[in-house]
């Protein structure tokens, strides 16, 4: 995390995995509390911030989160968006095994090998109801 001009703390987050898996629909959730079960693929990236105060020392974090794109043709653009983020978010399908078989074979590599060697792993899995 980096201090903004603001005097906020500035945290960098990239969702990574398979194109359909929810990467979109979770950063709609959080950010306007929306869902939609369908989505347009994700073209390139997307990028939306987020305010948060912390109530315990009333510190404001700026999220910066990044949504990439899950198709292989883009998978070369991805690797710009690991620099400096502090939380790479690996997202799968429960359903579609094959998303959680990338994670394993693709994308948990190329973080590694291109982000910053701190960077928080978190793996989220999308349920379909």
Do not use: H
């Amino acid at each position: 995390m980096a201090d903004s001009q603001d005097g906020a703390l500035t945290c960098k987050v990239v969702l990574i995995g398979e194109s359909g898996v929810g990467k979109t629909s979770i950063i709609s959730r959080y950010i306007n509390n929306t869902f939609k079960s369908q989505l347009m693929s994700t073209p390139g990236a997307n990028f939306v911030t987020k305010n948060v105060i912390m109530a315990d020392d009333n510190q404001s974090i700026k999220f910066e989160i990044w949504d990439t794109a899950g198709q292989e043709r883009y998978r070369a653009l991805a690797k710009v968006f690991y620099k400096n983020a502090a939380v790479c978010v690996l997202v799968y399908d429960i359903t579609r095994k094959t998303s959680f078989n990338e994670l394993k074979n693709y994308w948990y590599k190329e973080i590694k090998e291109n982000a910053q060697p701190n960077v928080s792993k978190k793996i989220i899995l999308k349920f379909n109801f």
